[in-house]
C-alpha cells in the first residue's frame, strides 16, 4: 500500500524558514514527477511546486518563486520543499503529491497527481 508521509510543518515568524519533507513507501516513485500543493482556510488546493522524475527540471508558482525550492532524493523515495523567506501568505496545509503515470510532463494540476500525503500544517505568524 502507498502511503506518502509529510514532515516538517510548524510555526514561524515572517522572514523565516521551513524544510518540508515527504517520505514515499510501499513503492519505488524513482520515474514518476513529484509536487507540493498548498490549501489555505476557505481555498482552494493550489500548485506550488512540481520536480521531474529526472529532478533535472523544476517549476514553482509564481510566489514561491526565488523562496521555496525543490529537490528530491529517489535513493531514498522522498521529496523536499525548502521554504524560505516565509510570508503570511505561505500559511497553509501543505501536501506531497506523486503524479499519477510514470515518465510524464511536469504539471501543475491536482489532477495529474493520483497518490497525496495526510498534509502537514505551516502557519506564518506576521
Known amino acids: 500500500q502507498v502511503q506518502l508521509v509529510e514532515s516538517g510543518g510548524g510555526l514561524v515568524q515572517a522572514g523565516g524558514s521551513l524544510r518540508l519533507s515527504c517520505a514515499a513507501s510501499?513503492?519505488?516513485?524513482?520515474?514518476?514527477?513529484m509536487g507540493w500543493f498548498r490549501q489555505a482556510p476557505g481555498k482552494e488546493r493550489e500548485f506550488v511546486a512540481a520536480?521531474?522524475?529526472?529532478?533535472?527540471?523544476?517549476d514553482y508558482t509564481n510566489s514561491v518563486k526565488g523562496r521555496f525550492t525543490i529537490s528530491r532524493d529517489n535513493a531514498k523515495n522522498t521529496v523536499s520543499l525548502q521554504m524560505n523567506a516565509l510570508e503570511p501568505e505561505d500559511t497553509a496545509t501543505y501536501y506531497c503529491?506523486?503524479?499519477?503515470?510514470?515518465?510524464?510532463?511536469?504539471?501543475?494540476?491536482?489532477?495529474?497527481?493520483?497518490?497525496w500525503g495526510q498534509g502537514t500544517q505551516v502557519t506564518v505568524s506576521s
Open positions: 503529491a506523486v503524479a499519477t503515470g510514470p515518465l510524464s510532463p511536469l504539471s501543475r494540476s491536482s489532477y495529474d497527481y493520483s497518490y
Open positions: 510501499g513503492r519505488t516513485f524513482r520515474s514518476y514527477n
Open positions: 520536480i521531474s522524475w529526472r529532478a533535472g527540471d523544476a
